[in-house]
């Protein structure tokens, strides 16, 4: 625990400007973002008496180890540093909120050519038109099967559209009405495009004047005793009526707008997100988030709005923001959406009418959204807590092991020898921490020197990174691998900081290291810390066969009770170290079966590659090729015809392909062999 009188700046040091400031701790790890209005009285604050802070303040900076800042112009550009810092170093102090789920979205792939219809997930694209969030995505299948009827876009997808393309026979929708079949030429290119226009602007809210259309035309078509096509047009009505019934309306005057509601104890907050679009309820979602700062309700809103409005530009920022508190000042956070947007955005709490009871449906769900994430986290975080407690029993460790990383190796009978890497932090994965090894030290089948290799290349990268930032620099007198005391003097700047403060590959060691395997394998693990001289991060193995831990230099293993949360937990370590190894070996085995003299050939793209192969039939053949017979391949000059041929003369034969059902060569005037079929994707 560091004392902030260590670190803290001299008087005058610090600017009375408006900027960006970085918390760091002994790793050099940015572990607080932070704006002011004024750097010089915003700073002076953490620097006061200790006990006339917030809890979760004192924590963070007895954490840090220095504090750094940038001065910008206005607070609108502090607002916009802050939250691209918070999103690329993700400090552990800052409020950040996370999504219990991925929302999906109804997408409108208007950068095609003919346009599709889909759920997506994830980050938006440039391009394609969204609607939502939705809480589920049969919600959107549904709302999209009645609209097919009035509006037949194209859903399906590229390998179906270009399918049916190909035979001249559309699926199924094509055939009963619920698309228009541009695979098959029934609509034009234009026309289907314009549909799907149309499409974008009913679910955008624009209703009200499509429905009125189609009641003229079913009324003129009644009118010249046209009936079928007046019941037609009634369907239609019909289930556009439905999907619009599916939203109901919540504000009559046709609204824009995003309404957010905070339900907040001492621990934590939920944030529920109501999206109004033409007065109609058209997604929503939440997020819930740990105080781990001192915030208040507009701070915990500011917060969210930069969540949702961070990386979004025009439309999808809404005209109106509805919220329960302002943040302090409200002009930058007005401002900054405004810039968003591109026009006027208002920002304000709603006072009276309909958006206030709406409001507070918000703020009820919110309520539900906190309670219901207390029922499932309490016994959630009380069984990680019992689990990593059972291991620091079991294991004899001083503290319990908050990261855990676990390292597997995956191999088929010695080819493609992989390592894997897990993390597990708190009793949780944490996937963006995951590692991948290939084994360079030596060719073959050996798991034990596999892991002796993993194991030294990654606590030699952890010590190199601490050289790096200077936390450790070798000094008669000190063991190796102990860091040095924390410079006296923060290190400041009023301009573009360096690159130190990311997450890093290895710069962060763990307190516990468990390896897929018994003795042997812990023996070697071991082994390859003693030679770095790291002695403080403890190693066991789990043995497949009866689950037993194994502890080095022990003869017999620590067997723990099958019912045991420890056990659990580290079960659940090491099978995910060995999906991950096994995925890994997969990837580089299914890359090697696929791959082709050709590959290597300088200048030698897809295109021409699958020509060359489509016109001989065969690598083979393409091998006994005379340069003048492949210069007569449409798009390969004479230079590149050299070039293939002298790749080919140096490359080893391909072994024939065999019918894995008779046992029987295949020869070149049958089906393709090996190499073209490796080239199509399939293993020989």
Not at 113 to 120: I, K, L
Not at 249 to 276: G, N, P
Request: glycine residues 8%; hydrophobic residues 35%.
């Amino acid at each position: 625990m560091a004392d902030p009188s260590s670190y803290r700046p001299k008087p005058g040091q610090i600017p009375d400007s408006p900027g960006v400031y970085k918390f760091r701790d002994e790793h050099g790890r940015v572990i607080y973002v932070g704006k002011a209005k004024s750097l010089r009285q915003r700073l002076a604050n953490y620097f006061q008496d200790l006990a006339g802070l917030h809890p979760r303040t004192r924590t963070m900076v007895t954490t840090a180890a220095s504090v750094e800042w940038t001065v910008v112009s206005t607070e609108v550009e502090a607002l916009q540093l802050e939250y691209s810092w918070i999103k690329e170093f993700d400090p552990r102090f800052n409020v950040k909120y996370r999504d219990d789920k991925s929302y999906p979205y109804l997408a409108v792939t208007l950068n095609e050519d003919f346009p599709r219809a889909q759920v997506m997930r994830g980050a938006k694209k440039k391009g394609v038109r969204y609607f939502g969030p939705y809480a589920h995505a049969w919600a959107i299948r549904e709302t999209v099967d009645l609209m097919l009827r009035v509006f037949p876009v194209r859903t399906c997808s590229a390998g179906v559209f270009k399918r049916s393309a190909q035979i001249g026979r559309p699926c199924l929708l094509g055939y009963i009405g619920k698309c228009s079949a541009p695979c098959v030429g029934r609509i034009s290119e234009a026309d289907h495009r314009e549909l799907a226009e149309e499409f974008c602007d009913f679910m955008a809210g624009r209703t009200g004047a499509y429905i009125r259309r189609l009641e003229r035309q079913m009324q003129d078509a009644a009118e010249e005793m046209e009936y079928e096509r007046a019941a037609r047009l009634r369907d239609d009505i019909g289930a556009l009526k439905r999907a619009m019934e599916k939203s109901a309306v919540v504000l009559a005057d046709a609204t824009d707008a995003d309404l957010i509601a905070v339900a907040e104890d001492e621990l934590e907050a939920a944030v529920q997100i109501f999206h109004v679009r033409g007065g109609r309820v058209r997604g929503q979602r939440g997020w819930v988030t740990d105080k781990v700062e001192a915030v208040t309700t507009g701070d915990l809103v500011e917060h969210a709005l930069q969540q949702l409005y961070g990386d979004e530009q025009g439309d999808a920022v809404p005209k109106e923001v509805l919220v329960p508190a302002l943040p302090d000042p409200v002009e930058p956070v007005a401002q900054w959406l405004t810039q968003r947007r591109g026009s006027q955005v208002s920002l304000r709490i709603p006072q009276r009418g309909d958006k206030k009871d709406l409001m507070a449906t918000v703020g009820r769900n919110a309520q539900q959204a906190l309670a219901l994430h207390k029922t499932k986290r309490a016994s959630d975080l009380t069984t990680r807590s019992r689990a990593l407690e059972e291991i620091a029993e079991a294991l004899g460790l001083d503290s319990v092991p908050l990261r855990i990383e676990c390292f597997d190796i995956s191999h088929l009978q010695g080819e493609d020898v992989v390592a894997s890497m897990v993390v597990f932090e708190d009793g949780l994965a944490r996937k963006s921490e995951y590692r991948r090894f290939q084994i360079k030290g030596f060719a073959g089948q050996d798991d034990v020197r596999s892991m002796h290799e993993v194991i030294g290349r990654r606590f030699r990268r952890y010590l190199q990174e601490k050289q790096k930032s200077g936390e450790w620099t070798e000094e008669p007198g000190r063991p190796y691998g102990e860091a040095p005391e924390a410079p006296e003097t923060p290190e400041v700047t009023d301009g573009p900081l360096d690159d130190d403060g990311r997450p890093k590959r290895f710069a962060y060691p763990p307190q516990l290291v468990v390896v897929d395997g018994g003795a042997p394998q812990v023996a070697a693990a071991r082994r390859a810390m003693d030679e770095l001289g790291i002695d403080d991060v403890a190693v066991c193995g789990l043995a497949k066969r009866l689950e037993e831990v194994w502890l080095p230099g022990e003869d017999d293993p620590v067997v723990l009770p099958r019912s045991s949360e420890g056990l659990y937990l580290l079960q659940r370590v090491r099978d995910e170290a060995h999906r991950f190894a096994i995925t890994y070996q997969r990837s580089k085995r299914t890359k090697r079966l696929k791959a082709s003299p050709l590959d290597a050939v300088p200048g030698l793209g897809d295109t021409r590659r699958h020509a060359l192969l489509k016109h001989f039939g065969s690598l083979k053949k393409l091998r006994a090729a005379t340069i003048d017979e492949i210069c007569a391949v449409p798009g390969v000059g004479r230079k590149t015809a050299e070039t293939v041929a002298a790749a080919l003369a140096g490359a080893a034969p391909t072994a024939p392909a065999v019918n894995t059902a008779t046992g029987e060569i295949i020869e070149d005037d049958g089906a393709p062999p090996a190499a073209l079929s490796a080239e199509r994707g399939q293993e020989p």
